[in-house]
């Protein structure tokens, strides 16, 4: 798979500049972010979790773990638990796993974003790929996803 066309075809109609950056296959987005040349701190990376109820998107920076006592605080879930990967492909069709992007407003998904990653200007990210990343403005993407931002992390 590549980029996804369901968030291209979003970013465009709402007129938001990006970038695809062409990489070698990745798995983790700390691997992403030696791929393309960047700190760690700089590429965010999607966590799926659930309660068994409902699913939420957790979105970090590459080095950091979502600590599932402060995400259960924000979100309001009780007992938050890693989706499955069974889970993660019904939820994200076009995506391969591991590699959706943080745009969980198009899946139907509650995002919620850990406050360090305000701390850049730009955000990089898979966008359903394990060897394409999109980077954009963090600002436009704060607009169009509308993230509750908190600190989720470790």
């Known amino acids: 798979m590549s ?3 369901k968030l291209t075809d979003y970013l465009k ?11 070698s296959v990745t798995y983790t987005a ?3 972010a030696a791929s393309v040349n960047k700190p760690g701190k700089e590429v965010a990376k999607v966590v799926i979790i659930s309660d068994g109820k409902e ?3 957790a979105v970090v920076d590459a080095p950091h773990q979502v600590d599932m006592s402060k995400f259960a605080a924000v979100s309001g879930m009780k007992e938050p638990v890693l989706a499955s990967e069974s889970e993660i492909r019904k939820l994200f069709p076009d995506c ?3 590699a959706m992007p943080p745009f969980g407003n198009l899946y139907g998904l509650k995002v919620f974003v850990d406050k ?20 954009m403005k963090y600002a436009d993407f704060k607009k169009l996803a509308a ?8």
């Open 13 to 23: 109609e709402n007129g938001v500049d990006y970038h695809i950056i062409q990489h």
């Open 147 to 154: 993230p509750k931002v908190a600190n989720i992390i470790m």
């Open 30 to 32: 700390q691997e992403t």
């Open 55 to 57: 699913y939420a998107m």
């Open 116 to 135: 360090s990653l305000e701390e850049d200007e730009m955000i990089i990210f898979n966008a359903c790929s394990h060897f394409e990343a999109l980077r």
């Open 96 to 98: 391969e796993v591991g």
């Open 3 to 5: 980029v996804s066309k």
